[in-house]
């Protein structure tokens, strides 16, 4: 895809002026070096990421992004965050020093929606996506919840309307997140109904 046609995570806010804070000088490279390949990650147009504030207590370093499909015209079709966490004594639950911890939503077709392999079909786009994306990980775990939800009386919109939720962590073996991320935004594209990157649907 030509470049004009990728998007860049928005930069960190750039390190203070020297002397730096006591926060900058203590913060690990190798998670200012995580930081800066999910920041340098181009995605495809139809996806806006953005940094995002991160929780404070689940690790002692993190970063988050936000992630949003929105093909040109038409309405927001799936959002999430990924959000980084960093440990450099390690975490036994995780078995490495980062973690990934991600959050996915969209709404689908209602025929979809009640599919009763649904949910498998969901956790395959994550771990299908990580492996095309050859962004190596161990230890994943989540879940997946698939929500009806049917209208009555005056309420306006769609009679039934299902929804997808993906929860899911999993460890990353090196300090580049870029694959990672973009398997992240595949999913999000899957859920939204949208083609693999690079292929155009023909008109009905």
Known sequence: MA?????????????PPAPATGEERARPQLFRDAVASLAATPVRAE????????????APWSYAVSADV?????????????????????AEAWDGVFRLVAFASAELDPEMGVDPLLPAVGWSWLTDSLAERAA?????GGTVTQTTSTRFGDLAGP?????V??????????ADMSPHLLAFVDVLCAAAGLPPEGVALLPS
């Not at 190596?136 to 994943?140: D, E």
């Not at 009679?159 to 929804?163: A, C, D, F, K, L």
């Not at 939720?165 to 090196?174: C, P, Q, V």
């Open 159 to 163: 009679q039934t309307t299902v929804e």
């Open 47 to 58: 996806v806006r990421v953005e940094p995002l504030r991160p929780p404070q207590r689940l």
């Open 136 to 140: 190596p990980f161990r230890a994943a």
């Open 70 to 90: 929105h093909p040109d015209g038409e309405a927001e079709l799936a959002t999430g965050r990924l959000v980084l966490l960093y440990d450099p004594d390690g």
């Open 3 to 15: 470049s004009s046609n990728l998007r860049t995570v928005s930069e960190p806010p750039p390190d």
């Open 165 to 174: 939720e993906l929860r899911a962590s999993w460890t990353a073996d090196t």
